[in-house]
């Protein structure tokens, strides 16, 4: 089982749309997970940092399930704009940081 | 603020040629990473760097090696470049332990 998995996408959502991702991950003892946004294979960019049961920020919602061990992001009212990559992140050891292999979302008008 | 420095941003091996790829951050922090993206593909963990005199093996260190060079600058070495290490590298350095990765802009290797 990889360390951190995600659903593959590519989501191809209309604008206005509600759309969900999801993460597992394996290291049960892992405190801090994060979402990444990355665009055309430039550097990722932060997008949200999940250390409790979730975090809000805007549109955009991510949730913690520790018991299940996955990680989710809600995007809410979805814009051309977030056409992206998002990738998760979550410890893999001490202070490693093991990415999923990102979900592609599209959104269209 | 210049945060994550990685040069260079562009570079052409032949097959067995070595090089090096620097990077540098100037936020004080304690972890540097290396990873590499295939396309398609997520960021794969090279090596890390939990701190200063440290070094670890991440999920793909074959072919690589690193040095933490102080705790700013954290390099990683071609030896013999293979066609299969055609990859954009990607550095990145964190401060306290849980907290977030900063990027570098990547260095996009070709190697014929």
């Known amino acids: 089982r990889k360390e951190v998995e995600q659903d593959p996408g590519p989501f191809n959502v209309p604008e206005g749309a509600t759309v969900a991702f999801n993460c597992t991950y394996s290291n049960s003892a892992s405190q801090s997970f994060f979402w990444y946004r990355q665009d055309c294979r430039k550097e990722p960019k932060l997008l949200m940092s999940v250390y409790s049961s979730g975090n809000e920020d805007g549109r955009f919602t991510a949730q913690l399930n520790r018991a299940s061990q996955y990680i989710s992001l809600l995007i809410r009212d979805s814009k051309l704009s977030d056409s992206a990559t998002y990738l998760c992140v979550a410890p893999g050891g001490y202070n490693k940081l093991i990415f999923g292999a990102g979900t592609r979302l599209a959104v269209h008008p | 603020n210049a945060g994550v420095t990685q040069t260079p941003k562009f570079q052409v091996l032949k097959t067995g040629q070595s090089m090096t790829l620097q990077c540098a951050q100037d936020?004080?922090?304690?972890?540097m990473y290396w990873y590499r993206q295939d396309p398609g593909m997520g960021l794969r963990l090279i090596y890390y760097s939990a701190s200063e005199g440290t070094t670890d093996k991440g999920e793909v260190p074959n072919g690589y090696n690193v040095s933490r060079l102080n705790k700013r600058e954290f390099s990683l070495r071609l030896e013999s470049a293979a066609p299969s290490q055609t990859s954009v590298y990607f550095c990145?350095?964190?401060?306290?332990?849980?907290?977030?990765?900063?990027f570098g802009n990547g260095t996009r290797l070709t190697v014929t």
């Open positions: 990145a350095s964190t401060g306290a332990i849980g907290s977030p990765l900063h």
């Open positions: 936020m004080n922090h304690n972890s």
